[in-house]
């Protein structure tokens, strides 16, 4: 499953291509966007901007409705000019939301929207593929009925700071002490956008083993906790200096090495060496999802 990093590279990259844009075309495959595009047609609307909120993307248009969409395990969002050739077969396309600048958007285009996109050089398209997870809301539903407005604080947004995500930790070992910490990384009502891989390595980065109760979670381990998702995944969401649209900049890393085969402390190398101390990295399910969690007994006692 993409982590909140992957998706706010993701958000990041549509909006670059789309946002600011006037909708030329949208094609959908599934029945409920298709019927609310019927009733209150998306052409013509203008991508006000796009957001990513933890393991959440969120396309809002002119006119109060927002495109949310989660990739689960295996969709993703991808950027084309259009007329480029789809690098996935369209059996597994769910959503297409092709746009233009406003400036040159023709007063005819929701009739020939279609055939003035593909003439225009500076149309793009973002196709979601796979996606289990797309709905249509407003605002107020958005509010009301969408998991988005249960979240915790977003690791990678502006506002998050690490008091908030301790003060979410605190919260959370005040009314479940019980809970594994590292399940508890995972729960995106306490901290939106870490996923399986930062849950291991941030718990080896804190020196915590992430089989302990939280009620056992000092106020100092969950500083250490949440200032490390904080760097890890701020690092890996970094912009370039390139101007290029760039959906994937390479493999996530959380050590300083250069070495393809070196950038993890501790996700998924059960049985390694331990790169601080030399023993070997264990592996165990965890929670009610049986998420393979990876540690050092050594240095995470």
Known sequence: ????D???RTARTVQKAIGGKVVTAFETGLAKLAAVNDESPIVGRTVERVEA???WC?????GDLILVTHMLMSGSWHIYRVGERWKLPRRMMRVVVRASEASVFPTHAR?????WATQSSGAFEAVLFNAQIAEFH???????????SKLGPDVLSEGFSVEGGVRA???????HPEDEIGVVLLNQRVMAGLGNVYKSEVAFAAGVNPFRAMRTITEREMEALVEAAQRYMTANVAVGTSEQMVTYTGPRRTTRAMDHGARMWVY????EECRRCGAAILMRKQGAQVRSTYWCPVCQP
């Open 53 to 55: 909120r933890g393991k």
């Open 169 to 175: 930790l605190r919260e959370r070992a005040a009314s």
């Open 6 to 8: 992957t998706i706010y």
């Open 111 to 115: 009739k020939d929207a279609h055939e």
């Open 58 to 62: 969120l396309i809002f248009f002119s």
């Open 1 to 4: 499953m993409p982590e909140g």
């Open 138 to 148: 407003t605002a107020r539903s958005l509010e009301r009925s969408s998991q988005v």
């Open 268 to 271: 998924r190398r059960q049985g």
